[in-house]
């Protein structure tokens, strides 16, 4: 115990003298340029209204669930929220999830096994990884966004692959080529499983569903803690798989279900997003205020995540200290997390940020490049 305890100390020490210890602060007040919450849905008075509305008249939604899905734990409102969700998809299954992370590693520590290969794109979730290491299968990394690595990797794979990628990722903002990846993944039969934990609700359903891909992705992970505002995650897919992960996936079977409030909360969400299309409209009009500003930045054009590179982490840290001081939230990426050169801070755009906030944001932001 006391020569872990060391190895723990001097491992938090380093993060220190690095200027990278994580510790836990307070939620800062501020003006929004950093959460998830794309669409200002969870701060959003009438969907709470709603939610309250519901637990009101049926306060049983907020008690445990008492146990695993498989034993005590199933719940119409689970059932029904997964069937809805399949639909609207237009995916046959919907597996329903308390995380955007449980999913991933059920989905990817289940379905590859030992006589299998998983090639994820360099950028792919931690949680993807984490999972990739509960498998029995080999993990290969492609070149972010790289269709022509990609293909030479498959070209030399003698052993079934699954290929695993984001639709839009989060520190880049940038969006995948995912119908030439689908396409690659027909080409030599591979698994294409795609993440769309930032895409959801700011490209409609997904761009899986937005490009009617359908039929060319095995597994399609939606999380609702991002644009939705609320928390979970479904992993669509045909009722094999479903059946596959049910039966085998320890992350889904040895657990405690969520409350069927989650559950509901996620069916709301979507009923209230599919009538509130104003919202995911006026982020893109704000994403086009703010690349009409003209800084430089590797993210889409239409992404809500804009990375804005300074290269230098002295220089980042000053301007996102500025940028604290002026009242804004953002998020700074020191390297080593990134590589050398190619630190960057990290704005993510909103609904509700307005006009005025985002020039004043960008002004200071050019003072400093
Ligand atoms: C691409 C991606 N996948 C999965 C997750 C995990 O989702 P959750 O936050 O619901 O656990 C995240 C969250 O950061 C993510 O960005």
Not at 14 to 34: M, N, S, V
Not at 195 to 217: I, P, R, W
Not at 310 to 320: A, E, F, G, H, T
Request: aromatic fraction near 8%; include cysteine; charged fraction near 25%.
């Amino acid at each position: 115990m006391l020569k872990n305890l060391n190895r723990f100390q001097e491992a938090l020490c380093k993060r220190e003298q690095a200027g990278t210890l994580r510790t836990l602060k307070p939620k800062a007040e501020g003006i929004d340029f950093y959460s998830n919450d794309y669409l200002g849905l969870a701060k959003n008075k009438e969907l709470q209204d709603l939610l309250v509305k519901k637990i009101n008249e049926n306060p049983q939604l907020l008690s445990g669930s008492t146990g695993s899905r498989l034993i005590s734990g199933n719940s119409r409102v689970a059932a029904f929220t997964e069937k809805c969700i399949a639909e609207k998809h237009q995916f046959s299954s919907a597996l329903l999830f308390p995380s955007g992370y449980n999913a991933n590693l059920a989905l990817f520590s289940t379905l590859p096994d030992r006589h299998d290969t998983i090639i994820v794109d360099e950028q792919i979730h931690r949680s993807v990884h984490d999972a990739c290491k509960m498998s029995n299968a080999r993990k290969l990394k492609f070149r972010h966004n790289d269709i022509e690595d990609l293909e030479n990797i498959l070209k030399r794979q003698e052993k079934h692959c699954y290929i695993a990628i984001e639709s839009l990722y989060s520190m880049e903002g940038d969006l995948a080529p995912i119908r030439e990846i689908a396409g690659l993944a027909k080409q030599y039969e591979a698994d294409l499983i795609v993440d769309e934990a930032h895409a959801f609700g700011v490209f409609g359903n997904g761009l899986v569903d937005q490009y009617h891909l359908q039929d060319q992705v095995t597994a399609n992970v939606i999380t609702y803690g991002k644009a939705l505002g609320a928390h979970g995650a479904a992993i669509l897919c045909n009722d094999s798989i479903k059946s596959y992960l049910v039966n085998f996936a320890s992350p889904f079977i040895y657990t405690t279900s969520a409350q069927d409030f989650q559950w509901m909360s996620i069916k709301t969400g979507y009923d209230f997003l599919e009538e509130h299309q104003e919202f995911p409209a006026q982020l893109h009009e704000n994403i086009k205020i703010f690349r009409s500003q003209g800084l430089e930045s590797p993210s889409s054009e239409n992404s809500p995540v804009q990375a804005i590179i300074i290269p230098d982490n002295k220089k980042l840290k000053s301007l996102q200290e500025r940028l604290s001081e002026e009242g804004f939230l953002t998020y700074a990426i020191y390297s080593p997390t990134v590589k050398e050169g190619t630190e960057r801070l990290r704005i993510c755009l909103h609904s509700f940020n307005t006009e005025e906030e985002i020039v004043k944001l960008t002004e200071i932001i050019k003072g400093f490049i």
